[in-house]
Each structure stands twice: as structure tokens, then as C-alpha cells.
């Protein structure tokens, strides 16, 4: 599978001898990336590690491209606990309270860091980690004022050509939808259920609420899961198919290569 092969990769933290990442940290314009996932209920289709599992796959391929660019990259093991407090309800779900999973981000940079990497970019792959991995951003960047410290949500960076690929209408690439359940196709096809391909159309309320993963609104709700699903799944995963998480794949690729780019211009 997928994770496999990119847990054996040049870019690996985890594979790699202790003297070799000290070397490419104090390597001009080094990048050290670390994913930040979830493992919660993603319906009855989809393994409870979509989030990590998705978020560590985009993340390790784009930066093996940005090393093979000659930009020194390093990806540190997933950080797999998310902040999913909403999800428990349904069960499968481990969470980690606010206030924790701040404090774990900002002591993994911080021992990281110690290695003298110059850019460190937090990908982040749950929704419900964004503002989260946003604050770390700047209580990271505070603490290191000779570190570049950039953040993102990876699937964000679909939003200028996911309309190109995607077939639903607004509310079908929600929690485990078009969108999640065809990037599983393409990387991890055995992990998918398509026997259980069962959501529900996002029912939300407010006018100014989130509509879709491309269509979110000003106004943030809190609501356990439950309530908007029987299944636990939102969306529609019936229309997902490996040719879609290919091409979604290889553009968010691109995507993250391209601000790494950038790192070493700044």
C-alpha cells in the first residue's frame, strides 16, 4: 500500500539514522514538514485513519518531489490524535482535547526544530484541527523567530480546480464523501468498502453555515455528528472513483510543492 512505500522513502524521519537528519536540517533552505490527522468514524465505507492516512500520503509525496528539486526535505511521523470531540458520539473516534494537542504540535516543533531546519510546515488533513494548526502557527513562529513556520489543510488547496473534477453538487464532497472516499480509491483501494457506500446530503440550518469541504460559510456550528448522519458519512461517495483521486491527488501535490518553492526565495 501506499503508506508503506512512503514510509520507506528518502524523506522520512522515521527511517532515517539520527546523524543524516541533523545533515539535511542544516542543509540551506531546509523544510520539515509534519502531518497532523485524526483517526475518527469516517461511516461504514471508510477506515477510521482516512484523515491520517490521507493527510501522511499527499504530504510525503510532495515532499519527496520538493527533494528531488533539491529543496532538503524531512516528514515526521503523522501525528495521528486529532481534536474531535463532535465524532465521539459515534464511536471509533480518539480525541485529544484542545488545549493538548496544541501543546503536542508546539513540543514536536520544538524538539524538531532543535535540528536547524529553516522552514516548518504543518499540513494539516481534519477539519476540525484548522484553527487549531492556525494557532500553532503563530504561537510556533513566536517562539522561533529564525524559522519560517507556514500551515495549511491540505484538501483547502483543491478549492481553484476541484470543480474541474468533482461530479456532485454542493454537499457531496463532505466527511467521507466524493472527495475522501476517491483519494482512498487511489491510494489505499482495499481500505474502501463499496458495499457500504452510505451518507447523507449535509442538512445544515444556518444560511451562513458550511455547505460542502468547497463551500463553507462565515458562521461556525458546533454539533455532534450524529445529528447530521445515521452512517456517520456526509456527502455523495457513490460518484468517487480512483481516476478522480489520482487527479486529485497529483494537483495537491503540486500544490504543496509549489509554496515549498517559495520557502526558499523568502
Not at 481516476?243 to 501535490?253: I, N, P, S, T
Request: charged residues 20%; proline residues 5%.
Amino acid at each position: 500500500m501506499y503508506y508503506e512505500a512512503a514510509h520507506g522513502s528518502t524523506v522520512s524521519w522515521a527511517t532515517k539514522p539520527y546523524a543524516e537528519i541533523s545533515s539535511i536540517a542544516t542543509r540551506d533552505g531546509s523544510v520539515l514538514f509534519v502531518p497532523v490527522g485524526s483517526v475518527e468514524q469516517h461511516g461504514h465505507h471508510l477506515p477510521v485513519s482516512t484523515d491520517t492516512l490521507l493527510v501522511d500520503a499527499v504530504t510525503n509525496a510532495a515532499a519527496q518531489r520538493a527533494d528531488a528539486e533539491g529543496i532538503p526535505s524531512v516528514v515526521t511521523p503523522p501525528l495521528w490524535a486529532g481534536f474531535s470531540p463532535h465524532h465521539t458520539s459515534l464511536g471509533g473516534t480518539i480525541t485529544l482535547p484542545h488545549d493538548d494537542l496544541l501543546a503536542t504540535i508546539e513540543d514536536v516543533a520544538d524538539s524538531a526544530l532543535e535540528a536547524g531546519f529553516e522552514t516548518l510546515f504543518l499540513v494539516n488533513g481534519h477539519g476540525g484541527n484548522a484553527s487549531l494548526v492556525d494557532s500553532a502557527v503563530s504561537t510556533i513562529g513566536d517562539a522561533h523567530s529564525d524559522v519560517e513556520v507556514l500551515g495549511t489543510t491540505y484538501f483547502n488547496l483543491a478549492a481553484p480546480f476541484v470543480d474541474s473534477i468533482r461530479e456532485s453538487d454542493s454537499g457531496g464532497m463532505a466527511h467521507g464523501g466524493e472527495f475522501e472516499t476517491s483519494l482512498m480509491l487511489h491510494l489505499y483501494p482495499d481500505l474502501v468498502d463499496r458495499d457500504s457506500l452510505e451518507a447523507e446530503p449535509l442538512s445544515e440550518p444556518y444560511d451562513h453555515g458550511m455547505n460542502d469541504m468547497f463551500d463553507g460559510g462565515p458562521l461556525a456550528v458546533y454539533r455532534e455528528f450524529a445529528e447530521y448522519s445515521d452512517s456517520g458519512a456526509i456527502g455523495d461517495p457513490g460518484l468517487a472513483t480512483a481516476a478522480k483521486g489520482e487527479q486529485l491527488f497529483e494537483r495537491l501535490c503540486d500544490e504543496l510543492v509549489a509554496i515549498v518553492r517559495q520557502t526558499q526565495t523568502s
